[in-house]
């Protein structure tokens, strides 16, 4: 396995909801960020949300309302809580790691969305 492991996606209908999950096993240092990026067949990876050590959080404008990025108590975990989703978010989300002093992606989870 590699230092970041997502859990959580697969298949909604429209409006439906799913929770993203990724684990690090790497050391974190007090300063850090965590975030989720996802890839939309046939175009660029893209920011969805990011969190950082001390809790502050930043969203894409399509996710701002509907998703929720939090971090777990012992901070190595990431968690997307996705609601009302569209087809639109079908894509592959990979999980991002800046510890303080290297980065680190997952390998990333497929959520697919149907009408």
């Known amino acids: 396995q590699g230092e970041l492991v997502e859990s959580g996606g697969g298949s909604v209908q429209s409006g439906g909801s799913l929770r993203l999950s990724c684990v690090a096993s790497?050391?974190?240092?007090?300063?850090?960020?965590m975030a989720w990026y996802r890839r939309a067949p046939g175009k660029q990876r893209e920011l969805v949300a990011n969190?950082?050590?001390?809790?502050?959080?930043n969203y894409a404008d399509y996710a701002r309302g509907r998703f929720t990025i939090s971090r777990g108590d012992s901070k190595n975990t990431v968690f997307l809580q996705m609601n009302n989703l569209k087809p639109d978010d079908t894509a592959v989300y990979y999980c991002?790691?800046?510890?303080?002093?290297?980065?680190?992606w997952g390998q990333g989870t497929q959520v697919t969305v149907s009408p």
């Open positions: 969190i950082s050590g001390g809790g502050s959080r």
């Open positions: 790497v050391a974190i240092y007090s300063i850090n960020r």
């Open positions: 991002y790691l800046w510890n303080g002093k290297d980065e680190y």
